[in-house]
């Protein structure tokens, strides 16, 4: 008896096994019409398990259907920044620590947006940092150093992203070259505004709120801003007929990663996940958008050494203030959801994301 039944939990293994290739939901019939591309910066699983466990034991991103791995060490360092971080998922290439949309050879490589902006797809990018920090700028600019903050803001106009917002207003206003890049943009009919409080969505793009002369607030202060930015970038990019690819950024969980603060790690976690349920429900209702979620590495060795759902209190510890080298999470839902499982390099997400739109 024993016997069969190991027989039959085989059976199950390896029908269960086969059946996933043979179910896949991605194809020439059902292939993504928007993507929406969220990462959290510094967000290992312990990050958000533990916003997980101090939100009584659930989050939004369960509602994805498929998870994955992915190993983050860049060109030159098994630790990666943010920058060499951002370039692999933005552009499919590892390169240097600290550069920018270009590989370790110092060729400007193209992002995944600009591939979405050639192919007719409105483009957007949001951020709780400024949106020339490491992450964002890795899908519009071409710098050879995350600190060109200036150089990394000129690019923007000849981006072609259609909506952006953030902070970083000094990096296009007060620059060393006395140039206003908020007037350049709006020559080229950007409407470049302050606050995004009383915009009505959609907005005509293209459009671009500087919230915050560096980076925004933390979550604490932040208010409502990035799950209320995320649903005006998707009502304005989907008004746009032939689709949109959207990136968001949960900025500033590295930032309190860095400070090994946990309750400010659990604040920014939390107020990530809102806004990746804006995404959610929009992907639900609409049925042909690819959401995928994840991380450019994790910050400050986060352990869970103890929690309570029902009392919402998590207890942990750090091991670091920097970046460490472990594999980050990655979920997904909606056409070719089934494309981000298994355990992959960084670098393949956006050539995923690619393929699945057919590029
Ligand atoms: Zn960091």
């Given at each position: 008896m024993k016997k069969v039944f190991f027989l039959f939990l085989s059976l199950i293994f390896l029908v269960g096994c086969t059946s996933k290739g043979e179910q896949s939901n991605c194809s020439k019939t059902r292939k993504p019409k928007n993507v929406i591309y969220l990462i959290g910066d510094g967000?290992?699983?312990?990050?958000?398990?533990?916003?997980?466990?101090?939100?009584?034991?659930?989050?939004?991103?369960?509602?994805?259907?498929?998870?994955?791995?992915?190993?983050?060490?860049?060109?030159?360092?098994?630790?990666?920044?943010?920058?060499?971080?951002?370039?692999?998922?933005?552009?499919?290439?590892?390169?240097?620590?600290?550069?920018?949309?270009?590989?370790?050879?110092?060729?400007?490589?193209?992002?995944?947006?600009?591939?979405?902006?050639?192919?007719?797809?409105?483009?957007?990018?949001?951020?709780?940092?400024?949106?020339?920090?490491?992450?964002?700028?890795?899908?519009?600019?071409?710098?050879?150093?995350?600190?060109?903050?200036?150089?990394?803001?000129?690019?923007?106009?000849?981006?072609?992203?259609?909506?952006?917002?953030?902070?970083?207003?000094?990096?296009?206003?007060?620059?060393?070259?006395?140039?206003?890049?908020?007037?350049?943009?709006?020559?080229?009919?950007?409407?470049?505004?302050?606050?995004?409080?009383?915009?009505?969505?959609?907005?005509?793009?293209?459009?671009?709120?500087?919230?915050a002369d560096s980076d925004m607030p933390q979550a604490r202060e932040r208010g409502n801003f990035l799950p209320q930015a995320v649903d005006l970038a998707i009502k304005s990019l989907d008004a746009r007929a032939d689709g949109f690819f959207l990136m968001v950024e949960g900025s500033q969980i590295d930032y309190q990663g860095h400070g090994n603060n946990t309750e400010g790690v659990v604040d920014e976690v939390l107020d990530f996940d809102r806004a990746i349920k804006v995404a959610l429900d929009f992907a639900e209702r609409d049925g042909e958008t690819l959401v995928v979620i994840t991380a450019d590495h994790e910050t400050g060795g986060m352990t869970i050494m103890n929690g309570s759902y029902a009392d919402s209190t998590v207890v942990a510890q750090f091991n670091t203030g920097g970046h460490t080298g472990t594999m980050v999470p990655i979920y997904s839902f909606g056409p070719c959801a089934d494309q981000f499982t298994g355990i992959m390099e960084n670098t393949d997400i956006p050539t995923r994301i690619k393929t699945a739109l057919g590029f």
């Open positions: 967000m290992g699983l312990n990050q958000l398990y533990a916003g997980m466990t101090a939100n009584g034991g659930t989050l939004n991103i369960e509602r994805c259907t498929h998870t994955g791995l992915a190993k983050t060490y860049s060109a030159n360092s098994y630790i990666t920044d943010s920058a060499a971080g951002g370039t692999a998922l933005a552009t499919g290439s590892k390169t240097n620590n600290g550069m920018i949309g270009m590989n370790a050879d110092s060729v400007a490589v193209k992002s995944v947006l600009s591939d979405a902006e050639e192919a007719g797809m409105a483009t957007g990018l949001v951020a709780t940092v400024r949106i020339t920090h490491a992450t964002p700028a890795s899908f519009y600019a071409h710098q050879i150093s995350r600190n060109m903050y200036e150089e990394i803001a000129a690019d923007m106009l000849t981006s072609g992203v259609d909506f952006f917002v953030g902070g970083g207003r000094k990096n296009f206003e007060v620059r060393k070259d006395s140039l206003n890049y908020s007037d350049s943009l709006r020559n080229v009919d950007y409407n470049i505004v302050y606050s995004i409080d009383s915009v009505q969505a959609p907005v005509l793009l293209p459009f671009g709120a500087l919230c």
